[in-house]
């Protein structure tokens, strides 16, 4: 395959991959598309390289993305040593679980949220990456593998979910060059497209009517909630929004949409999306998440109400003009 990454970025991190023989992987609860791909992609080939490899996720994985081969390998749990430590997509160490010890530093961090607090010994991290798939895919590069069809398939479906199909804002030549040798190497482009995007359980469409039906427009703010009481009604088993924030993204008149959805643990999980020209990267970082400037997200302790009164305070701010007009400048500069 053509080389379209700068290999030398990924350098500091080769002899670690090398000579680990024992590697645990991590990634962030509730997790996505990019982190399923990330951990099930860098998994997959440091298997067929003759490591041994424990793929964790506090919350397993949702049923949506278990058609990716290697995702059945997914523990909730470290069951066995490691002699190296790698956490993928994830901006900071909260955010992977109580799954290694408090105070357990990764060897590596791999990631390409701006909001990453760089926590590990080794960080590898490029806000300009559009996903963590094309980071893995970079490492991979630059340790010289070659891996088989079900890496590149898992690389891909992170690329497409975090994207959303490539329609993201932070879109660049260098992903679509990277989509287009994945579907070289015999990724199957649409079929994933279709799975990992076009399609959602019965169970999942009832969860967005109840979304849908509380669904509230103010000042180019557009917000719901989904409740316990929702999920149990809609016998839907994810702790997500089942992908409810990207519909409310694109309705027309709002800049800057909000889902709100109740834990059973006393909290709230909160999701913002933007339209270009507004931040929410920083605002999620304020109440203890991160994120991109356009997609960003937080786990806020308190009642729904409580939650959703704090959050839509502090985001109306971010709706004046004279600030919108300055970041666009920013952008365009």
């Known amino acids: 395959m053509s080389q379209i990454v700068n290999k030398a970025e990924f350098q500091p991190a080769v002899p670690l991959f090398q000579s680990a023989q024992r590697v645990l992987l991590a990634s962030h609860i509730r997790p996505d598309g990019d982190a399923i791909g990330s951990l099930v992609g860098m998994g997959l080939a440091l ?75 080794l960080n590898l991290v490029d806000v300009q990456a559009v996903s ?37 804002s932070n879109m660049t030549a260098a992903a679509l060059r990277l989509a287009a040798e994945l579907v070289d190497a015999g990724a199957d482009l649409p079929g994933l497209y279709q799975k990992a995007l076009g399609s959602r359980s019965f169970q999942a469409a009832r969860f967005w009517g109840a979304g849908l039906s509380g669904l509230q ?26 992908d409810l924030v990207n519909l409310l993204s694109s309705i027309e008149n709002a800049d800057i949409a909000i889902i709100f959805v109740e834990q059973p643990d006393g909290r709230v999980k909160v999701s913002w999306r933007a339209q270009p020209g507004f931040d ?54």
């Open 47 to 121: 298997q067929e390289a003759g490591k041994q490899v424990q793929m964790v996720l506090a919350d397993g994985v949702p049923s949506k993305l278990r058609f990716l081969p290697g995702s059945e390998q997914v523990r909730t749990r470290v069951k066995d040593a490691f002699d190296l430590f790698c956490v993928l997509d994830c901006s900071d160490m909260e955010r992977v679980g109580e799954i290694v010890p408090a105070g357990t530093v990764p060897d590596v961090n791999i990631d390409h949220h701006r909001t990453n607090l760089n926590f590990a010994r």
């Open 132 to 168: 963590t798939t094309e980071l893995v895919y970079g490492l991979l590069q630059a340790l010289g593998w070659e891996p088989s069809l079900d890496v590149y398939s898992a690389l891909l479906t992170g690329l497409i979910t975090d994207t959303i199909g490539f329609r993201t």
């Open 280 to 333: 929410v990267s920083e605002l999620a970082l304020k109440f203890g998440g991160g994120g991109h400037a356009a997609a960003a997200g937080a786990d806020i302790k308190g009642s729904l109400e409580e939650v959703q009164g704090l959050i839509l305070a502090a985001t109306r701010p971010l709706l004046d003009n004279t600030q919108r007009e300055d970041l666009i400048s920013q952008e365009r500069g």
């Open 217 to 242: 427009l103010e000042d180019r703010l557009v917000w719901t909630t989904l409740t316990l009481a929702d999920r149990q009604a809609a016998n839907y088993n994810g702790r997500d929004d089942a």
